[in-house]
């Protein structure tokens, strides 16, 4: 009986050791240790053994169960070890193929800009106010110090809709629009389309502005001018330059034009700002006593700024796009460029 | 407008160069467009005398001249040009010397004779536009004189513009004033002199004002026996620097003194003028007049003229009539120098479309104290230039006195007002520099009288910002100012517009912006109904296509679809406003409407996709998503809509309100556009949108117990819409019933002809415990009995 079991060890052990899969492993411990496997039919046989005998056969069987087991986890590693080997070698992929994907979506570049424009602003406490562009000539001029028949009215090439209606010439109509709404203090910026008479080259019949107005008792033109300045240098970045001319516009006193140092050549003087190393890119001013009489606004006891500026211009600048006309085309060529 | 700075020069001293003048002038408000030095690259030119000029020996075309330029022998020149003779004088370039544009001028040989240099035109010295032969020089040229310098090519040109405030601006006496101020130098004016006959003006013509609000002051002078001629070197290059072309001394005198003192002067050819009198009235309806253009213009009753005893000869302050103009043949010259009405000047400008340069320094407002000093102006260069002789007087009509304005300046105001301490010494002296002058004062405020050429101030803002401007904009420090609120709120869609334009770019979308026109013609041709056609339509509209503004933004999706045709796929929106008139205001209402379209193949064309192109779904499941993050219930139905398929297109609706539309673009208007057929389109009213008062987001408890799937497949009727059978089990599950998904739907070989298979998973889970089979179980048998009973489902 020894010898049976002796021998029974002996195949077990070549056969694990000549396995190789898990899956054969567990064939040979059912084979070997199972409920009906070799070692448990040569058990059921101590029985016809001499009581002397019985422990020590069982003892030995028993070794011999432990020494399969033992064999069979330790070669178990080793197989499932090799298993995960070939299952790695068999997964190879070639890691260079482009990856399953949409593509990403474009915001329309005007937005984009519009909306870092916005969040600037809104960071130092405005909020956005919006009004019709179909708008009536008192919001679009006369309210805004611009009667019938004032020299200003050239500049703004208007589209008529009917007596007293237009498409608003810029968005500062609703400046009023807004005054007329609350009391000081005012903090708004209004981002919108506007229209004129225009279209070539560098002009589009419809483009986008974006305008300020601060109203409170103590608003100077020096906040003015630190308002915009930080706006610039966070918009075109620290390096930018900035300077203030004096202009003229029927509803700001004192009055001035914003330039900033070339985005392109750096104020040396290149094509894009006609050798001067400047770029105009702003107006703005000192709300005009007549506006507020407009808005029944107390000039004595309040004053205020407002500005106004192409937020087309800022996106061409910023992107360095050559015409405005590419901003409306709708070419998705040029669209998922941003 | 074009200012000459060596003329400029000729009233005030300026102590700066070209390049420092032109920064201050930028600062002091006055832009500079472009700076221009024609006489820059010139070099080596000189004023040459023809001495001999003979045939060529090899060349037809060519002459071998001898020219003297007072240094050393006269040299040896050939020349292809016929208008010279000897005698003539011309520019000569050297050998060495250098054109415009950096052309270089060299001795060489030509057809074996030497030339030593060369004659030029006045197109080669860019003086002229395009010329025919060389230029020929004024005899009284000195010989060997540089170029540059006789034809004052040795001078920068300004380009400047000027805004609307300050037509003063507009001339060299104005300019010069405020630079003097700013550089506090004296303003040089020229010295007037002329001798006047014994004879009064008033024994041979009369002025005579009818409508003194048109025109409040109107002054004129007689000179007799002129002889019309060229203007002299000076008085020509003058106005060629400013642009204008020399036409005789009488016109070009007038020219002149416009742009010297912005103040328009007209000269009549008095003896075409009725009874050679003067009269200043309003045009009769329908009186008429041939302006100097050659134009017949017909009049109203609003526009001013200036008359003679019978009929008009002049739109006053615009242009002068054909009739009474000043021709080679004028002997007696009346001369008027007037003060017009801004605002009537403009109106008949406008009405005209006739905005001369005249008309536009009317219309800006002219200075009324400086009438009769150009009128003298331009009459003491007449009686130099064109002899004749002046009667004596002025006749001066002045029926409406226009008295200056006095504005008061508080110095503390300064400083409120742009935030920096200017001292009140600078405050009062800037303005008397100006021309303003102090008619009272005291510690805190001074009043002071407005200049009659400075109609653009009026308060004391205007005061501030002269301070403002001579102190220096620069100067002024920059400040954060502290931002405060009312508590208004004026706009509440900005940041959900936001919102969604976000998601959309999320999920590969990219945004287009169109102009918000539209034209009625392709709505009709895009079968869109009568509700869209009511449309706004603009007045004076770019093209038809541009006629009217959009109640819809499709027709632009659909451009862009036809300007991209060549691309595989195309996912793009555009959020804007469309305009709808409303019959009950005066202004339309402006909604903003997002409209999507994707077209052609559904995934990039890439080795890990299949071809599939979009369909109904892919679009559909967008606008779900947009719904779902706002949080908005909607229904959707069927919807007949011509532009798109009858079987795939439907709207949607919340408590019956349509939201918007979805769609197939219809097969013929695809073909039609030549666009991918399968095409599909949406259009969401946001203002609805986001009128609806969306569910609050609030927390769910998650259950700590398992849940339990069951699947179900049955059979209906093929027509049956899958909605039915979500909206028939909505109530049932007691709480239990979590989630129900669609996982298949199959029509085909497998079920019969009239029959489709719907799959459907149900969810089980309960917060309070792990639920038993049996419960689930008797909820499913409900769900079949229910299904089986409403639409006689079979279960497969």
Known sequence: MIEELEQIKESALQKIKESDSTDFLEQIRVEFLGKKGKITEVLKKLGSLSPEERPKIGNIANEIKNIITNNIQQQYQVVLEKEFQKKIEQEQIDITLPGRTYGNGHMHVINQVMNEITSIFIQMGFQVASGPEVETEYYNFESLNTPEDHPARDVHDTFYIKPGVVLRTHTSPVQMRVMEKTKPPVAVIVPGRVYRVDNDASHSPM???????????DITFADLKGTLMYFVHNFFGKDTAVRFRPHYFPFTEPSAEMDISCTVCKGKGCRVCKQSGWLEILGCGMVHPKVFQYAGYDNEKYQGYAFGFGIDRMAMLKFAIPSINLLFENNIKFLEQF | MKISLNWLKEYCNLPVSFKELAEQMTMLGIEIESIEEPGKEIENIFVGKILDIQQHPQADKLVVCKTDIGKGEPLQIICGA?????????PTAIDGATLPGGFKITRRKMRGIESFGMMCSGAELKVEEDSEGLLILHPDMPIGEDIKKVLGLDDIIFEIEITPNRGDWASYIGLARELSAYYNVPLTLPKIEFIEEEKTVSSVSSVTIECPDYCPRYSGRVIQNVRISSSPDWLARKLMSAGQRPINNIVDITNFVLLETGHPLHAFDLDKLNENRIVVRLAKDGEEIRTLDGELRTLNSNQMIIADAIKPQA??????????????????VFLESAYFDPVSIRRTARHHNLLTEAAQHFQRGADLEMVVWALNRATALIQELAGGEVLKGVLDEYPKKIE???VKLRYKRTEKRTGVDIDKNFQKSTMTKLGFTIKDENEEEVFFTVPSWRHDVSLEEDLIEEIARFYGYDKIPNTIPKIRQSGAVFDTTFKKTHRIRELLVHKGFTECYSWTFSNPDIMKQLKFSEDYLNMVFLQNPLSKNLSTLRTTIIPNLLTTAQKNHLEDTLSVFEIGPVFIPDVKNLLPNEPQKI??????????????YDRRQYDFFDLKGVIEDILNELQITYRVQRLEFPLFHSGQSMRITNQNDELGIVGKISP???????????????????EKIFKIISKKKLYKTISEFPSTSRDLSILVKRTL???????????????ILQKIELFDVYTGEQVPKDKKSVALGFTFCSEERTLTDSEIDAVMKQIIEKLQKQFDAQIR
């Open chain 1, 207 to 217: 483009f986008n502005q974006m305008e300020g107005l601060l109203v409170d008792e």
């Open chain 2, 82 to 90: 016929k208008n010279m003779k000897v005698g003539d004088k011309v």
């Open chain 2, 315 to 332: 739109l006053a302050g615009i242009m002068g009539g054909a009739d009474s103009e000043v021709d080679n043949g004028t002997v007696n």
């Open chain 2, 404 to 406: 200056r304005k006095t």
């Open chain 2, 595 to 608: 409209g999507i379209l994707i077209s052609g193949i559904a995934h990039p064309r890439l080795w890990c």
């Open chain 2, 668 to 686: 013929k208007i695809a073909h039609e556009l030549e666009i991918n057929e399968n095409t599909y389109i949406s259009e969401l009213n946001l």
């Open chain 2, 721 to 735: 819409p899958v909605s039915d059978i979500f909206i028939s089990l909505k109530s049932i599950g007691e709480g």
